[in-house]
């Protein structure tokens, strides 16, 4: 199955408050979550948006539970990972560049920091 991680903003709240309860939640318990936070939805509204995010691979439904499939920093991670692939060709570097600029100095400084962050990553 492909996983999408492009997470729109209710999105994003449901998975907040999943991630806060960090074992599986019934969809009622969750609707009731969801307006301790101002959002009123009907059952509805907040089944379409489960949907959403059981078709992007990010919550397991079960029988009326419902439960995060990634913690948060899993997500971050893929999203960034997602953001470095489209945009700068998977490479740090080219992000790095895009942020700082590029000069012989500070083209330096990033293949240090590069070299860095590859060394973490064979690490862990």
Same mark, same amino acid.
Request: charged share 35%; hydrophobic share 45%.
């Given at each position: 199955?492909?996983?999408?991680?492009?997470?729109?903003? #209710? %999105? +994003?709240?449901?998975?907040?408050?999943?991630? %806060?309860?960090?074992?599986?939640?019934?969809?009622?318990?969750?609707?009731?979550?969801?307006?301790?936070?101002?959002?009123?939805?009907?059952r509805q509204t907040l089944n379409t948006v489960i949907s959403r995010l059981d078709s992007k691979g990010l919550v397991i439904r079960k029988r009326g539970y419902v439960i995060a499939a990634l913690t948060e920093e899993e997500l971050m !991670?893929?999203?960034?990972? !997602?953001?470095?692939?489209?945009?700068?060709?998977?490479?740090?570097?080219?992000?790095?560049?895009?942020?700082?600029?590029?000069?012989?100095?500070? %083209? #330096?400084?990033?293949?240090?920091?590069?070299?860095? +962050?590859?060394?973490?990553?064979? %690490?862990?």
């Amino acid at each position: 199955m492909k996983i999408f991680y492009k997470v729109a903003p #209710a %999105e +994003v709240e449901v998975m907040e408050v999943l991630w %806060e309860q960090e074992k599986m939640i019934l969809t009622r318990d969750l609707l009731e979550l969801m307006a301790a936070r101002g959002r009123n939805w009907k059952r509805q509204t907040l089944n379409t948006v489960i949907s959403r995010l059981d078709s992007k691979g990010l919550v397991i439904r079960k029988r009326g539970y419902v439960i995060a499939a990634l913690t948060e920093e899993e997500l971050m !991670r893929k999203l960034a990972r !997602r953001i470095l692939d489209e945009y700068y060709d998977g490479k740090l570097k080219n992000f790095c560049i895009a942020l700082l600029g590029k000069s012989a100095e500070t %083209e #330096a400084k990033i293949d240090k920091l590069v070299s860095e +962050v590859e060394k973490l990553e064979k %690490e862990s």
